[in-house]
């Protein structure tokens, strides 16, 4: 089965940095897309980071443009997000999340990952960003 699990978030200061970890399990495909997303209280889930797993094509939402950095280890078959300069508003659940249809992988990873054509869930990490 596939299962995805999600850690690294935790409580730090405005100006910090944290690394989340999504490891990946029970899932093989020729192209797919793994996204990062996230869910602050009273807002709307969304996409903050995407990378394909053929050619490792990058997508990242404006907030994170400079500050967040995603990656793929494939021989440890995990995704990373190196978050630094971490804000107030950075504080959410995140989100592993991907996209077995190749299509649709393409499209998040040029334009931004819609949440309804991600195939398979973490359980989420609670980042919180706080003075």
């Known amino acids: 089965q596939v299962q995805l699990v999600e850690s690294g978030g935790g409580l730090v200061h405005p100006g910090d940095s944290l690394r989340l970890s999504c490891v990946v399990s029970?899932?093989?495909?020729?192209?797919?897309?793994t996204c990062w997303f996230r869910q602050a209280p009273g807002k709307e889930r969304e996409g903050v980071s995407c990378?394909?797993?053929?050619?490792?094509?990058?997508y990242y939402e404006d907030s994170a443009k400079g500050r967040f950095t995603i990656s793929r280890d494939n021989a440890k078959n995990t995704v990373y997000l190196q978050m630094n300069s971490l804000k107030p508003e950075d504080t959410a659940v995140y989100y592993c999340?991907?996209?077995?249809?190749?299509?649709?992988?393409?499209?998040?990873?040029?334009?931004?990952?819609?949440?309804?054509?991600?195939?398979?869930w973490g359980q989420g990490t609670q980042v919180t960003v706080s003075s």
């Open positions: 999340a991907v996209d077995r249809d190749p299509s649709t992988a393409v499209f998040g990873v040029r334009w931004g990952p819609r949440e309804y054509d991600y195939d398979y």
């Open positions: 029970g899932f093989t495909s020729d192209y797919y897309s």
């Open positions: 990378i394909s797993s053929r050619d490792s094509v990058t």
